[in-house]
């Protein structure tokens, strides 16, 4: 415990000498048509893949699978435990609205740069769709959408500092810590995975998709009321509207997967 506090000193010290919370979202700002190419870029690249791959032999990439899928869960977790302290302080302070409506971890240490650092992990996590082509495995609707519409959430997001990006982005790190360990253990192929895990995976990420929905609403009943919560009325209803969707299309899946038939073994 002395050493994870004497380590989360280091990188406090750390982000408040070389974090700039303006610099960086000025930045995203002006390579904002560039983040925008890579979206169009990557959308086309999928369908191309697809059509590319149809008469070849699937890659196995198992080992490089293994590594990716270990590293984003790492990353996932340590920016989970950077996160939650900001919010954690807020709610024992009793100022828990403040983890949706208060901006302030835009210029926080842990809630700023992890909130830069997260916008940036979108345009890696793309590399997921990349294996799922290259593998020829099925490639969904709500694979490549969730993808390309979650980085630009994310990156408008950080451009215009909204307060719930933080709560979106925690909900995020959290599932994906769940989701992609699990998916570190199933590209080894040395142990099967019970099919309830698959299940309590697509919960949370429903539960993910409530919470979402939830944490918009609340930010929309400030606003309306003059109460006051930091983000634009634009991203709320973008919020709303990819949450909402979310939730239709992780219900469809849910419903597919494991109730119209029977789960498939991992």
């Given at each position: 415990?002395?050493?994870?506090?004497?380590?989360?000193?280091?990188?406090?010290?750390?982000?408040?000498?070389?974090?700039?919370?303006?610099?960086?979202?000025?930045?995203?700002?002006?390579?904002?048509?560039?983040?925008?190419?890579?979206v169009v870029a990557y959308l086309s690249?999928?369908?191309?893949?697809?059509?590319?791959?149809?008469?070849?032999?699937?890659?196995?990439?198992?080992?490089?699978?293994?590594?990716?899928?270990?590293?984003?869960?790492?990353?996932?977790?340590?920016?989970?435990?950077?996160?939650?302290?900001?919010?954690?302080?807020?709610?024992?302070?009793?100022?828990?609205?403040?983890?949706?409506?208060?901006?302030?971890?835009?210029?926080?240490?842990?809630?700023?740069?992890?909130?830069?650092?997260?916008?940036?992990?979108?345009?890696?996590?793309?590399?997921?769709?990349?294996?799922?082509?290259?593998?020829?495995?099925?490639?969904?609707?709500?694979?490549?959408?969730?993808?390309?519409?979650?980085?630009?959430?994310?990156?408008?997001?950080?451009?215009?500092?909204?307060?719930?990006?933080?709560?979106?982005?925690?909900?995020?790190?959290?599932?994906?810590?769940?989701?992609?360990?699990?998916?570190?253990?199933?590209?080894?192929?040395?142990?099967?995975?019970?099919?309830?895990?698959?299940?309590?995976?697509?919960?949370?990420?429903?539960?993910?998709?409530?919470?979402?929905?939830?944490?918009?609403?609340?930010?929309?009943?400030?606003?309306?009321?003059?109460?006051?919560?930091?983000?634009?009325?634009?991203?709320?209803?973008?919020?709303?509207?990819?949450?909402?969707?979310?939730?239709?299309?992780?219900?469809?899946?849910?419903?597919?997967?494991?109730?119209?038939?029977?789960?498939?073994?991992s």
């Amino acid at each position: 415990m002395a050493f994870l506090l004497q380590f989360d000193g280091y990188l406090n010290d750390m982000e408040e000498r070389f974090y700039d919370a303006g610099a960086a979202r000025s930045w995203a700002r002006d390579v904002t048509p560039y983040a925008l190419c890579i979206v169009v870029a990557y959308l086309s690249l999928v369908f191309l893949g697809v059509r590319w791959m149809k008469d070849r032999p699937p890659f196995s990439l198992r080992r490089t699978l293994v590594l990716w899928n270990v590293g984003l869960a790492w990353f996932s977790m340590f920016g989970t435990w950077r996160v939650v302290q900001f919010a954690a302080r807020r709610t024992v302070q009793g100022r828990w609205i403040d983890v949706i409506c208060d901006k302030e971890s835009f210029e926080a240490h842990e809630g700023g740069l992890w909130s830069f650092i997260f916008a940036l992990s979108k345009f890696v996590e793309f590399g997921d769709t990349a294996f799922i082509v290259l593998r020829k495995k099925k490639l969904t609707l709500l694979h490549w959408y969730h993808h390309a519409s979650v980085l630009l959430y994310c990156w408008f997001g950080f451009i215009d500092a909204a307060a719930t990006g933080k709560l979106f982005g925690l909900l995020n790190l959290i599932v994906h810590s769940m989701m992609y360990t699990y998916y570190s253990i199933t590209a080894t192929g040395m142990w099967r995975i019970p099919s309830y895990v698959n299940i309590i995976i697509t919960s949370t990420q429903l539960l993910q998709m409530a919470l979402g929905i939830v944490a918009t609403s609340i930010a929309y009943y400030r606003r309306v009321n003059n109460i006051g919560c930091d983000v634009s009325y634009t991203l709320i209803y973008a919020a709303f509207a990819m949450y909402a969707s979310y939730l239709v299309l992780f219900i469809n899946f849910f419903y597919k997967t494991y109730i119209s038939k029977k789960p498939k073994t991992s």
